[in-house]
């Protein structure tokens, strides 16, 4: 009987690999390169952590399966939504699997919380609501957790990096491998399983964290560490062996990343102030946004979770009013929530925000324009209109403009929030080291890697090859997708093959949970 082992290694740099496996640190890893094949990856655009996912167990671009970030911002409204696994428009693997019989076991994968019914038990990732570590509502079925308990999440803040925090957190980065490897080990030895997927994300947290020691040619470089990321691969490589071994002969084995990684550079890019310059926004005389700074300075990490909750929406207010605050929407018809990972404009649109300037029927030359202004900018490599980028009837919930900023021999720019000041600058030594919201000093890239134990039919592979490529070797027709299979076992299928399958109904997240949520993703990192 076909069984399928899917191992993903967020952001795992394809140029690192390929070094390391040469230098025989990664044996696993070039062992199975030699068995089956290795391709790069390419991600989503950008290289977002819940898009990216969402694509490669869905089969489908963002624009098909709904998710394009953590967040959404509701129509007609200049606030934000909380996005979960049930505002995901199209089936993941293990929903087309258990319906066809299958079982499943899943563990980790960001975007999935809260876990819904499947053949077989789901772990969800880190979007759950919960400061470090999982509890009962991670899991399905509930009577596993005291299996997985001790599943954990990054149990450490990332945006005050002060002397010694690096010296802490490389310990909790491997331990963090062990734990996850001892519980998938179990699972996948003593559990009935068709298709088993887990997902370390320590390759992606060492790597933010650690490039300017790793990279002698970054210009923030500085002494110390400089083996970490190094560690941090050598040891998911162990973990990648002894669940290859676990799993046994006969498995098809598949190893993803959902994008690559490099350095950043020293400069800093403020989109909002750049469109401020050219007339495009113009900002409040003041901007409130103390609230957030001081709670994320002073309140010691232990108390936020429990804060945010006794203080009902304060922490979704505070969010917000930190993208959208300080903005004169009367006179603004673009703006940008300056996201580091996702750079991106939206524009101020009649009849869509509650204070549009831009009409309808000018919004596809506005936007033109502004894609070839915003590009005649040098620190700006492309600007793409949604439609050029994603197909499908969910792009209304992507920004209207997504950006991919230039690289300075080599090195990424970052995109930080500010009220007024310069457009682009420079970052001085004492920010080399970074940290959320302060332009970490390293950045994903747009291409990752997959291993499969199999030859590959192609050079290349996209994530939306990597759902029917598991189906192919499971012998499960697969509903229509963007991706094709890779191993060319079983024929691409239309969506009559697939019946009786039901996504369950959206379930937006309750105010306490949206306060835990936006606790977790800060500490995680993904407000920068």
Same mark, same amino acid.
């Given at each position: 009987?076909?069984?399928?082992?899917?191992?993903?290694?967020?952001?795992?740099?394809?140029?690192?690999?390929?070094?390391?496996?040469?230098?025989?640190?990664?044996?696993?890893?070039?062992?199975?390169?030699?068995?089956?094949?290795?391709?790069?990856?390419?991600?989503?655009?950008?290289?977002?952590?819940?898009?990216?996912?969402?694509?490669?167990?869905?089969?489908?671009?963002?624009?098909?399966?709904?998710?394009?970030?953590?967040?959404?911002?509701?129509?007609?409204?200049?606030?934000?939504?909380?996005?979960?696994?049930?505002?995901?428009?199209?089936?993941?693997?293990?929903?087309?699997?258990?319906?066809?019989?299958?079982?499943?076991?899943?563990?980790?994968?960001?975007?999935?919380?809260?876990?819904?019914?499947?053949?077989?038990?789901?772990?969800?990732?880190?979007?759950?609501?919960?400061?470090?570590?999982?509890?009962?509502?991670?899991?399905?079925? @509930? !009577?596993?957790?005291?299996?997985?308990?001790? =599943?954990? &999440?990054? +149990?450490?803040?990332?945006?005050?990096?002060? #002397? *010694?925090?690096?010296?802490?957190?490389?310990?909790?980065?491997?331990?963090?491998?062990?734990?996850?490897?001892?519980?998938?080990?179990?699972?996948?030895?003593?559990?009935?399983?068709?298709?088993?997927?887990?997902?370390?994300? @320590? !390759?992606?947290?060492?790597?933010?964290?650690? =490039?300017? &020691?790793? +990279?002698?040619?970054?210009?923030?470089?500085? #002494? *110390?560490?400089?083996?970490?990321?190094?560690?941090?691969?050598?040891?998911?490589?162990?973990?990648?062996?002894?669940?290859?071994?676990?799993?046994?002969?006969?498995?098809?084995?598949?190893?993803?990343?959902?994008?690559?990684?490099?350095?950043?550079?020293?400069?800093?890019?403020?989109?909002?102030?750049?469109?401020?310059?050219?007339?495009?926004?113009?900002?409040?005389?003041?901007?409130?946004?103390?609230?957030?700074?001081?709670?994320?300075?002073?309140?010691?990490?232990?108390?936020?979770?429990?804060?945010?909750?006794?203080?009902?929406?304060?922490?979704?207010?505070?969010?917000?009013?930190?993208?959208?605050?300080?903005?004169?929407?009367?006179?603004?018809?673009?703006?940008?929530?300056?996201?580091?990972?996702?750079?991106?404009?939206?524009?101020?649109?009649?009849?869509?925000?509650?204070?549009?300037?831009?009409?309808?029927?000018?919004?596809?030359?506005?936007?033109?324009?502004?894609?070839?202004?915003?590009?005649?900018?040098?620190?700006?490599?492309?600007?793409?209109?949604?439609?050029?980028?994603?197909?499908?009837?969910?792009?209304?919930?992507?920004?209207?403009?997504?950006?991919?900023?230039?690289?300075?021999?080599?090195?990424?720019?970052?995109?930080?929030?500010?009220?007024?000041?310069?457009?682009?600058?420079?970052?001085?030594?004492?920010?080399?080291?970074?940290?959320?919201?302060?332009?970490?000093?390293?950045?994903?890239?747009?291409?990752?890697?997959?291993?499969?134990?199999?030859?590959?039919?192609?050079?290349?592979?996209?994530?939306?090859?990597?759902?029917?490529?598991?189906?192919?070797?499971?012998?499960?027709?697969?509903?229509?997708?963007?991706?094709?299979?890779?191993?060319?076992?079983?024929?691409?299928?239309?969506?009559?093959?697939?019946?009786?399958?039901?996504?369950?109904?959206?379930?937006?997240?309750?105010?306490?949970?949206?306060?835990?949520?936006?606790?977790?993703?800060?500490?995680?990192?993904?407000?920068?």
């Amino acid at each position: 009987m076909s069984r399928f082992l899917l191992v993903g290694l967020d952001g795992a740099e394809p140029s690192l690999v390929e070094a390391w496996m040469e230098e025989g640190r990664l044996p696993h890893l070039a062992a199975l390169r030699e068995q089956g094949s290795i391709l790069p990856c390419a991600s989503t655009t950008p290289p977002a952590t819940f898009p990216a996912w969402t694509t490669c167990v869905t089969g489908v671009n963002p624009g098909r399966h709904g998710v394009f970030d953590f967040t959404e911002i509701p129509r007609g409204k200049y606030e934000l939504r909380f996005v979960n696994a049930t505002d995901r428009k199209a089936p993941a693997l293990w929903n087309i699997l258990s319906d066809a019989g299958k079982r499943v076991c899943v563990l980790g994968v960001p975007g999935t919380y809260p876990p819904g019914p499947v053949n077989g038990i789901l772990v969800s990732g880190f979007d759950s609501p919960v400061c470090t570590a999982i509890d009962r509502s991670f899991v399905y079925p @509930e !009577s596993v957790y005291p299996e997985v308990r001790g =599943w954990r &999440f990054a +149990d450490f803040q990332e945006t005050h990096i002060g #002397p *010694g925090w690096h010296d802490r957190v490389l310990p909790k980065l491997l331990d963090g491998i062990a734990t996850k490897e001892r519980i998938a080990l179990s699972l996948l030895e003593k559990e009935p399983w068709d298709f088993f997927m887990v997902v370390f994300g @320590e !390759s992606d947290t060492v790597s933010h964290h650690f =490039w300017m &020691f790793h +990279d002698l040619n970054s210009p923030r470089h500085a #002494p *110390g560490h400089s083996h970490a990321i190094r560690d941090v691969y050598a040891r998911l490589d162990v973990a990648v062996g002894r669940l290859m071994a676990a799993a046994g002969p006969g498995t098809t084995i598949g190893v993803v990343s959902d994008h690559g990684f490099g350095g950043a550079g020293t400069g800093v890019v403020h989109l909002n102030n750049w469109l401020a310059e050219k007339g495009y926004l113009r900002f409040t005389p003041s901007h409130d946004s103390w609230l957030k700074a001081m709670a994320l300075r002073y309140v010691p990490d232990g108390w936020k979770g429990a804060l945010f909750r006794r203080l009902g929406g304060l922490a979704a207010r505070a969010e917000s009013r930190s993208r959208f605050g300080g903005i004169d929407w009367a006179h603004t018809r673009a703006w940008s929530e300056e996201l580091n990972y996702f750079p991106s404009l939206r524009v101020n649109l009649r009849g869509r925000e509650p204070d549009g300037q831009v009409a309808g029927d000018d919004y596809g030359r506005f936007c033109d324009e502004l894609c070839h202004e915003l590009e005649s900018w040098p620190v700006i490599h492309r600007a793409w209109r949604r439609e050029e980028l994603y197909q499908g009837p969910h792009i209304e919930r992507a920004p209207d403009i997504i950006l991919e900023l230039a690289l300075e021999q080599g090195y990424s720019h970052s995109c930080l929030r500010s009220r007024g000041g310069p457009a682009f600058r420079r970052v001085g030594p004492d920010e080399y080291v970074g940290g959320k919201e302060r332009g970490m000093n390293g950045n994903h890239r747009p291409t990752g890697v997959l291993f499969l134990s199999k030859p590959a039919s192609t050079q290349q592979a996209r994530l939306e090859d990597i759902a029917p490529t598991v189906l192919e070797a499971l012998g499960v027709p697969a509903p229509a997708m963007d991706g094709i299979g890779l191993i060319g076992q079983v024929g691409q299928v239309g969506p009559s093959a697939v019946t009786g399958l039901a996504l369950p109904p959206p379930r937006p997240y309750s105010q306490s949970e949206e306060r835990a949520i936006e606790d977790r993703l800060r500490s995680l990192g993904y407000y920068e």
